[in-house]
């Protein structure tokens, strides 16, 4: 058995189909059985510190970061996150270190360095840098990784999901550098599976790749949708004109990797077939203008713009009203948002999904052609099968079950202290997984 089974038999067990309302009433039972897993690692008498570089930290990391440093202090460890700060920097419920983030150009998309960042990572013990090369401090402290820390760990997507979109010369080159300092480190922490496989095909041995299962804090997400009363579902249905309507619900930014016009072409092929269809969109950007002018010229009914909500008890009664999680373009970690409120996923087959989209069985939800019509007749065809749809819903119940927060900190925790306390000789172990649902052959990735 190899070490990520090892992980994955130890954190999870199979878990039978249950309602949401028995997710929020198991919560505790289930937290108490990681603890006492987590709790069999002997703690060690000398503290060894881990940094984690990041950029920049977004809202759905918070929650993770403190699961980490929770995680790293039962396996003995300390762990700060060193990252970019900006003008609306808040405390973060962990150990941080902000430091200015200048950039190349006047974009704050584009390449940049911490400043300070080798001074402020002086003393760490184990470095956790992204596999990215948009920060520049990145390469050239791992240059100097042999006198910065004892062990250097990679961390990322593992694989370039979007190349498809970018120029064939900088794909090129950036796969080069990423593969040539990829398989120069102590080990590689990627988001799923499938990026994994993609290192061991590299040559990496399989003992020094590990996935963690790339979340977000799904647990938190139950607990939000307990406090959601009916008598709130009903006030937002009346409010939103959705009583007797087919809700389906897009989840994300407003930009053209979603496609979200694709989703108004396709939902007026629903409405002629399903007039009672309505659309939630949950979200903002820089698509909403031509996107709600588009609606006009489609003559769509029953869709509504409701901007950004960070509130998620709010963000929890569209969820809780919706049928179907409707995201034809890049699907990222919204798959999980939606599985954590038993929400099959509709998608198309695009070659610039986030590795999350590995979390996609046809179980829990579907991928069709890339055209609306077919996209619409899948949604026609699962609001149409009672049967269907419900299994659909129990198996995304389920997958989100097997991607809660706290096992995903556990195993990163278990492959940052396998990677910085080697206690046998590495195989190298070349078994592939069978594709499921999490990309694993085990019962609950």
Not at 138 to 146: G, T, V
Not at 288 to 306: G, N, S
Not at 362 to 385: C, D, F, K, W
Request: net charge positive.
């Amino acid at each position: 058995m190899s070490f990520v089974e090892k992980i994955d038999n130890w954190i999870l067990r199979p878990v039978s189909c249950i309602s949401q309302s028995d997710a929020c009433a198991g919560l505790a039972a289930e937290n108490s059985a990681v603890d006492r897993s987590r709790n069999r690692k002997q703690v060690r008498t000398s503290v060894k510190s881990i940094a984690i570089i990041q950029r920049h930290i977004p809202h759905y990391r918070v929650a993770l970061f403190s699961a980490l440093e929770a995680e790293a202090q039962r396996f003995g460890y300390r762990l700060t996150v060193f990252s970019g700060c900006d003008n609306t920097q808040k405390r973060m419920p962990f150990a941080h270190c902000a430091l200015p983030m200048h950039h190349v150009s006047f974009s704050t998309q584009g390449p940049g360095w911490l400043a300070g960042l080798e001074q402020a990572l002086a003393g760490s013990d184990v470095i956790v840098a992204p596999h990215e090369l948009h920060c520049l401090s990145i390469p050239y402290l791992w240059m100097k990784r042999r006198r910065l820390c004892s062990t250097w760990i990679w961390w990322g997507h593992g694989y370039n999901f979007q190349a498809s979109m970018q120029h064939p010369i900088y794909h090129w080159a950036s796969n080069f550098m990423k593969d040539f300092l990829g398989t120069r480190a102590n080990g590689m922490i990627t988001y799923t599976h499938g990026g994994a496989q993609y290192w061991r095909e590299r040559g990496i041995p399989a003992d020094q790749v590990v996935p963690f299962l790339n979340t977000i804090d799904v647990e938190g997400l139950w607990q939000r949708s307990c406090q959601v009363t009916e008598t709130r579902l009903a006030e937002a249905r009346e409010r939103l004109g959705l009583r007797n309507k087919r809700i389906l619900l897009f989840s994300g930014r407003l930009y053209a990797e979603k496609q979200v016009d694709f989703l108004l072409q396709a939902l007026a092929h629903v409405q002629q077939a399903c007039p009672d269809t309505a659309l939630l969109i949950l979200g903002d950007g820089v698509e909403r203008p031509r996107l709600e002018a588009l609606c006009q010229t489609l003559r769509v009914h029953d869709v509504h713009f409701l901007g950004e909500i960070t509130d998620t008890i709010e963000s929890s009664v569209y969820f809780k009203l919706a049928q179907l999680l409707v995201i034809p373009g890049l699907v990222g970690l919204a798959i999980v948002h939606g599985f954590a409120f038993n929400l099959p996923l509709i998608t198309t087959q695009r070659n610039f999904h986030s590795p999350e989209i590995e979390y996609l069985s046809e179980h829990n939800g579907s991928m069709t052609a890339h055209h609306p019509q077919a996209y619409a007749a899948e949604i026609i065809r699962v609001l149409s099968s009672p049967a269907q749809y419900n299994t659909m819903q129990e198996q995304a119940g389920q997958t989100a079950r097997q991607l809660t927060l706290s096992a995903s900190a556990t195993r990163f925790m278990l492959a940052v202290d396998r990677f910085t306390n080697p206690s046998v000789p590495v195989a190298n172990d070349r078994r592939r997984y069978e594709r499921t649902a999490l990309g694993s052959s085990n019962t609950a990735a």
